[in-house]
């Protein structure tokens, strides 16, 4: 099942660099170990903007909020879900 | 290059039915044929929606204009491009 | 899997009176259809508007957009659905 | 008499985390009390978000009010109440 | 219980003057009796706007959509409801 | 002369509890006079947000941003005014 | 007193023109008579768009409400209005 | 002295065929003579959608109201008009 | 050549009050100077709010920019600029 | 192929004053190079406002990300783009 994510990180300016260093390489990891496991199908950058689209598959609505509650970002993201159906047009 | 595209489809209700298919059947036909050669790589419903989320593959946006403007129900449409670039955690 | 879903009705005011009536019933059938066997949990008038939230629960997007899509009403209604999930202090 | 409530949580990232858990439990203690007594009848998380559409059930506006204000986190929230009425075609 | 309400009129400009003069009589009527029964407590105009802000008193959500749904310009209008509270400062 | 007036609180959240509580006390007694004196003529509160509209009777624009920007809570809110006129419909 | 009024004006396309033409004639009149008795103190056009941007002195919201629904052209436009008063580094 | 300006058109879908192509080339005419004199400086088409953003160059806000005011499609058009000056990093 | 601008304070609250007056005063002094002259040919107050509106009368865009990036408050405000043209019913 | 971008600038006011300067430094530095190299085409203020509105020729999505985000001011930017295709009416 899948969904259109948009993610938009918004770091406060005031975050120890450190700390934001620390937060960025744990999304990375995060984020890589998802796509390997197939659930987190596709990220792009949306040029010109610290935000991505994502295209995520799972089972369920509880699975992907678990997935997404638990990214490092996640404080300090706006995301919004959109559910996708397979359109009649596709081949 | 990719791009996300979003397009709503707002036919007007007092169109006649017969040109409604007609313009539907000859999309249908077009958004096949541009999955076939590569470059309409993904197309997915918004759920509850007379719309669509898709990723175009193309070589320049000169060549995304001409293939979104050839659309049949591109007169009825509105239509939002995002251009997307590699994300530095994609795989 | 439950998702919120708010329809607006914008019938045209040029629609013949004896189509909207038949739209109309043949809406109010289908919505209760789908209410007996458990998939639109809930529907609630949005208090002077002719608009509703419903909640339905669902096994897949798939299967939430063929249930919206066959909406009698479908045509003249802007639907936006969102994905619910539970909540950690829900007893 | 039900309302739909939607609650944005925007906590500011320099609160004491100590203080941000206490009002956490807080929070999740009221939140069982008023369901418990059937008030507070629906919550769910809005799926990407630190947010929840619920489904209260009060017998006037003031004592909406008065719950909702009451809540620990209603300092740090933006929340949008919509009244709802039976719908004609609820079974 | 108060609920302040904003109607924004929009009757198409090809409806029949008739029909219109004919809607906007019932209209005044049927505002003015809701007003002097108490229920509608406050009516006034928006400075170059055809719309007005309004103050209902009733006992229950249902009663104001049955109040609002009977307005004989309620297909032809916009309609927003905001709940009120008794504010603590109000003498 | 009437003006509906939207106020929305929004109270830095690092501004001292003792200087807060003294702009509350003030902005409650300097509402209260003016109701007395019959100019702010309506206080109703927001459901579920920290806001409030009111009725104010002045006898010009001056007049009611004098008293506007008297408000001890001036620089922690947005506010929208809205002037009103008398409706035909009102007995 | 004085209010900033921003009008649009949106004409229907399938207006007769002779009617148009008719109501426009109109407008300019009633709008000339007003600037020479001083309550329409200045009006300009907005650069690109069928719409002005005007001051009006006027006694009363009551007055401005008048004058406005008095314009030919009021079933045809979305007029804002925005109450002002003497700024304090006014010379 | 350079504007920028966004134009969407917006053609009624039930304007005759001939009549939209009339105005299409007189437009196409227009617009190229503008270019030509060197006030129209550059028009881009905007991916994907029936707007353009254009560069002008005038020398009055009038004379640039006149311009666009004389578009055969300025009836069917929204126009936003941007004032640009010089930027300090410009080399 | 006129432009209407619009400029909305925002003074962050934990600026030090000195500076602030400072500011204030300088603003006054700036703003009473280009009055003076004739370029700042009105500014009024936005009731209710720390906005002002106000028309510009200057030779271009460029000297527009500069007198409004060298107000004191230009760093702590929103500004919009709508540039005017002479209207057709302007006597 | 050519993107429209424009850009926002909202340096935290608590920003070393210090730091500030040299990311404006740098920033301009880094713009007039690439304006040099062909690729940051042009480049306006927005009358009014810490923004541009500039034209960026470059050969991929890819590129012009990687160019937008070298920006010293890219943490501190709001960036919108906008993908430009030739228009038909250009000469």
């Known amino acids: 099942m899948l969904f259109l994510v948009r993610m938009d990180v918004r770091i406060p300016h005031d975050l120890p660099l450190e700390q934001v260093n620390d937060i960025k390489a744990r999304e ?4 890589q170990e998802l796509q390997r496991d197939g659930r987190w199908q596709s990220i792009w950058r949306v040029v010109g903007e610290y935000a991505n689209y994502s295209v995520f598959d799972v089972a369920s609505n509880d699975e ?7 990214l490092p970002l996640f404080p300090y993201m706006d995301i919004q879900v959109t559910p996708l ?3 009649p047009s596709a081949i």
């Open 85 to 87: 159906a397979r359109h």
């Open 64 to 70: 992907l909020h678990e997935l997404l509650q638990g």
């Open 28 to 31: 990375k990891a995060y984020s």
